[in-house]
């Protein structure tokens, strides 16, 4: 980053991210205020001696001496302050952008609509279990500029990217980038699809002839980036076999090596985790790793022992025969049919939330495995409108209503699953806080009926 000039840098927004930035400013010596629109913002201790500005303020006021701005994700182009900046032709970069400025150990990035959370803690388990010193970050809820002073040239950082995060790159430069699936999603925050689209593809923007994009072969959009880029390709592939990648033959993960080589990785039923999502993820760890000479006993264990992560098809518990998993995390159509794909036993699903525009008629891909759904939260009707008639559909007034009512319908050895499909923000704080709820009717439910 450009300080030549040693102005002020605002950050705008101050949740975790941006507490982040403003402390990697503060330990790098930069001068450097923040500002918040709610008055609620609490602050971390360590940033007690830096200028904060909390609620409305004229944006002359929070840019006067500025030279440039750093924001969080959810600030869009659209806050007051980010048009008067426009004006005044004052760079507006984000968290991830100061953070890799300051980075010396190289990048591997992860992005795509599903499985990002996954797929870079499964990336990081493996090179871990290869003895690499490596740091999982970014989107994963741990930013970026929190941790980028903790490893030196020789270690690597693994960083899960939105498309928010992607909107103000400059420089951002992974050696290793991924582009996972790609499906409609944000478009509250997005005109259309292909600007939510073009986004995703930043991510590829600053690459070079060396570096590597791995990716869904079988996604047609993935594919189509690859055909234009100028580096190295690691295709992953659960429907095919793919030359210098990674796929599923049968029942087992296969990579390329060496370019003639083929070597089996691992059974899928030896993963820890379940469902075709989560091989996929599998394979695409695996092929964001090609040409890093990792061994495939690495990869296997790191694999056999991953139990995945809290609220993305997360275990929490199995009472009367019937074992209930949290996926709260799939706020879109799209992650919840992946998650509900290539199940062994029969679903009772909990659906519905705050609708950001989604087709519901997609789970009608998944409805043979679906034994009835109870639909919670604004997209209930939505969901019911889209189905009705093909599945059993029945209306909660609340998490522990949704829990009871799929509690009384599954049967012996059946999986209750939450993938509501949605955003949170109708019933809850966050996918977090409605995981934790859900967790907390099942644990209820079982005392209940001792």
């Given at each position: 980053?450009?300080?030549e ?41 360590e ?94 809820g741990t ?39 790609l ?96 091989i ?17 006993d ?5 694999l ?5 992560l ?9 009472s009367?025969?019937v ?36 087709d ?6 998944v ?16 969901i ?67």
């Open positions: 980053m450009s300080y000039t040693r102005k002020k840098v605002l950050v705008l927004g101050l949740a975790r991210s941006g507490q982040a930035a403003l402390h990697l400013l503060a330990c790098k010596g930069l001068d450097s205020r923040g500002a918040d629109d709610s008055e609620l913002v609490t602050l971390s201790e940033l007690k001696e830096i200028e904060i500005f909390k609620g409305d303020h004229q944006p002359e006021e929070l840019l006067d001496g500025v030279g440039e701005i750093v924001i969080s994700p959810g600030i869009t182009e659209n806050h007051p302050v980010i048009k008067e900046a426009s004006g005044m032709n004052i760079p507006v970069i984000g968290e991830l952008e100061l953070a890799f400025r300051f980075a010396e150990a190289p990048v591997i990035a992860v992005t795509g609509t599903n499985g990002k959370s996954t797929t870079v803690s499964m990336i990081g388990e493996i090179l871990k279990e290869d003895g690499r010193d490596v740091i999982v970050a970014g989107n994963t930013p970026f500029s929190s941790v980028v002073m903790k490893l030196g040239p020789k270690g690597i950082f693994v960083i899960e990217v939105s498309s928010f995060q992607l909107e103000t790159i400059k420089e951002f430069h992974p050696v290793s980038a991924g582009i996972l699936n499906t409609p999603d944000h478009l509250d925050r997005y005109e259309n699809v292909e600007d939510y689209y073009r986004m995703k593809e930043r991510i590829l923007e600053n690459s070079g002839i060396g570096d590597l994009y791995f990716y869904n072969a079988d996604d047609p959009l993935c594919v189509s980036i690859a055909e234009d880029y100028r580096g190295r390709l690691a295709p992953f592939s659960s429907r095919k076999a793919v030359e210098g990648g990674v796929f599923l033959d049968s029942d087992r993960i296969v990579r390329s090596v060496d370019g003639n080589r083929e070597e089996i990785i691992i059974e899928k039923n030896d993963l820890g985790v379940i469902g075709l999502h989560n996929e993820n599998a394979m695409a760890a695996i092929a964001s790793l090609q040409g890093e000479n990792v061994s495939r690495a990869c296997n264990r790191a056999r022992s991953f139990r995945g809290r609220h993305r098809m997360e275990k929490i518990a199995e009367g025969g074992t209930y998993y949290n996926d709260s995390k799939a706020t879109n159509v799209e992650a919840a049919v992946k998650s509900l794909t290539g199940l062994p036993r029969p679903v009772v699903l909990i659906a519905g939330g705050y609708d950001k525009g989604s519901y008629s997609k789970f009608r891909e409805l043979s495995g679906i034994r009835m759904i109870v639909t919670i939260g604004k997209a209930a009707v939505l019911e409108n889209a189905l009705k008639g093909m599945v059993e559909i029945k209306k909660a007034d609340s998490m522990e209503d949704a829990v009871r009512k799929a509690s009384d319908a599954a049967l012996d050895g059946d999986f209750v699953i939450l993938s509501p499909a949605c955003a949170s923000f109708d019933m809850f704080s966050d996918f977090e806080n409605r995981g934790d709820v859900f967790r907390d009717c099942v644990l209820n439910l079982g005392r209940n009926n001792r």
